[in-house]
């Protein structure tokens, strides 16, 4: 091997391992990540969000009639907010990571939300 | 530098190695670390395979025939434009590539859920660094792209001139993509199961990796039919070729897929199928690639060797069990949440579209892998053709573009017989209209299966168009905004659907181009000689004279070839002028000194340039197979060989030159094929507007604010909805 080809594989095996290695040397912060279950929760929120939107706008594209319209946006929003509770009850609980409220949510719509599910605005 | 390249591979192994054991022992401990050590080896991974594949990229460039892939798959002569392409036409680069963009895509889904799903990404992790690592291991112990022999030749053999094409400079890149993302939702798909896992989140991390492996899959196939049909000079774009049918597959399971996700996302239900389509198309997608590089079905599309064969067997062999055994024992948890509400709902047109698409991989697979199942049974190995595929696919293509106009009108969850009735009556009255219009023209009498096609791209039409006028009506109803912004507010607000239907006018037009030029096509295949006519379908080609050109320069596409002789081809119909075609034959250096000092010149494989005026209306197609094997033409290439010698090519290129003047001084009578298609252009336009509806359904949404959300801000919101 050349020494210019063998220089170049040992910075590589250098670099390769600074970058492998990092998180076993530096002590880890202990929360930097959104909790398994409320991501979850996040997940199923946002689908759950859309899929009220997907409704309205179902309805008021005339693929819905008022009576199903009713019946389909009443379930989904119990859901919704039953979502929302346990992720209210989860942010409460020992693994919250922003109990005080200042956790950020990727994408966050809450707020935005519940006026959200109006596709048209 | 190949050392350089080599000692990469082999770090890149011993990475891939060292990140499965830290991401299974990080998961399976507890220890978040080592899983994130594992991560990072992905990272580290990409890196690795970047330098590489720079290095073999740089020794196309540099003409280094030390490197035997560079000296067997490209040489000092081939334009650089294709020099640069020629990494992936060796089966070692190819295997490069896909390594590479595997452990690219691995790089940014991991980077993106590097704050989720813990458990499932660090299985996920240790599953693509096994595909990582069994491509790696192929090139370390099988096909090496950095072998090297000593001293080098001093001329390589040069670019198969099939793939000196604009479009394969991209196409296998995209094809690759389109495999190596199917790799993704496979790897967080068995990761869900194995971490038990199960809920929605995975499918809303990978959803867009499915997609865009959808794109990539679908752009490829279609820059495969374009090479098809303007390359390979017999007139079609689609032949039923097992390479063609490899990717097809993936892409067919895909958009399943994509489809019967929303249902998950929205109900919790067929969990248990999504994750079974998720497998086979990262199993399909590894089987494609078995197929091209395996090279263990025919195909003109296959450029390996048959080397590979019994390690990719093991590979999807493994696959296919621990995928069985993984569905199998978590079935529990793969119950679905909900049922279907109603038969008439939009889950239930998903759901008849599922079963049409898989149907159709189905079908296709059978006839693909055919020729092996019968020598596995018979002994003999026998294959299918066209008409059989045709049999079984046309009336399922049909059924499918039915759907995709039923679908968007179809409500989710519930939609009346009242509602539907309403909603049908403008798609439907397009799909009359459209029957009568071609009945009365008599267009279609004797096509049922075209004329059922046009209907139903009309209906789709009808449907898609009926969704967006009255989407727009909405807004304007609410926003008072003027028509455009509305529509572009309304897309920009719900992009996955709006996105969707434009995919779905794109199919319809697609197939409408599909069915007009393969039942209203007019073809010959004929000798002419110069001031010769012949009549195809309405229009009249006259052979008006031959031409000739010697040196690469004059090749109309700079293709590297040594010798082009064409014809120029006047079209007219009813005796005015429409167009001038001018097909070609090229020949190239066939790198065989054996042949002789002249013969060898011109002695490479013979690739057609296609002379086509192509229009929205229709393809005018023409090709020529020039008889070079005349005893005028055969006496020089005769002498030549005898008295220049070896070493002097460019006298050789006399003795071409003087074929070429020979050639056009007395033209013997040549061979044409000539094909008229109506509405060719059809399919290509087609396939952009899938590509770009693909591309809005993938746009990321309005960036939202990340709004700082207090517990006391959620408890209202909730309350609100329950208001509401």
Known sequence: ?121 | MAQLGGACLILALAVCAYGIGASLYGVRTGRPEWSESGRRSVYALAGILTVAFMVLELAFLRNDFSFNTVADTSSATTPTFYKAAAVWSSQEGSLLLWAWLLSLWSTLILFLTRKRMRDVSAYATAILLGFGGFFIGLMVFYATPFATTDPAPAEGVGLDPLLRHPSMMIHPPMLYSGYTLCIVPLAFGMGALLARKVDAEWIKATRRFAMAAWLFLGIGIMLGARWSYSELGWGGYWGWDAVENASLMPWLCATAFIHSLMIQEKRGMLKVWNVSLVLATGTLAIMGTFLVRSGILSSIHAFGGQTLGVPFVILIGVLILSSIYLVSTRRDMLRSEHRLDSLLSRESIFLANNVVLVGLCFVIFWGTYFPLISEALTGHEASVGPPWFDRYTVPLALILVLLSGIGPVIAWRRATLANARRNFVIPLSFALVTLAVLLATGVADSKPFALAMFCCAAFVLGSVGQEYWRGVRVRRAIAGEPAPLALMALVKRNRRRYGGYVVHIGIAVLFVGVAASSSFQHASELSLSPGQSTKVGAYTVRYVRPTASVTPKYDPVHTGSTLSLGAILDVTKQGKHVTTLTPAEDFYDSGEPAQGSVAHLIGGQPVSQVGIDGGIKRDIWSAIAPDIDTPRLKRIIEIGNKTIPLVRPDEGMIAVAVMAREYMRSPPPAEFHLIISPLVMWIWIGGAIVAGGALIALWPAPSVVRARVSVRARSRAARRLARA
Do not use: C, F, H, W
Request: proline fraction near 5%; glycine fraction near 6%.
């Open chain 1, 1 to 121: 091997m050349s020494v210019l080809a063998a220089m170049l594989t040992l910075m590589l095996l250098a670099a390769v391992m600074a970058v492998v290695s990092r998180p076993l040397l530096v002590a880890r912060k202990p929360e930097e990540s959104d909790t398994p279950r409320r991501s979850e929760l996040e997940a199923e929120r946002e689908a759950k969000y859309r899929e009220i939107r997907d409704a309205e706008l179902d309805y008021r594209t005339g693929k819905l009639s008022q009576e199903d319209y009713e019946a389909v946006n009443g379930a989904l929003r119990a859901e919704a907010v039953q979502i929302l509770d346990k992720l209210e009850s989860s942010e409460g609980g020992p693994e919250s990571s922003d109990s005080e409220g200042d956790g950020k949510v990727e994408g966050d719509q809450a707020v935005e939300e519940d006026r959200a599910p109006d596709p048209a605005k």
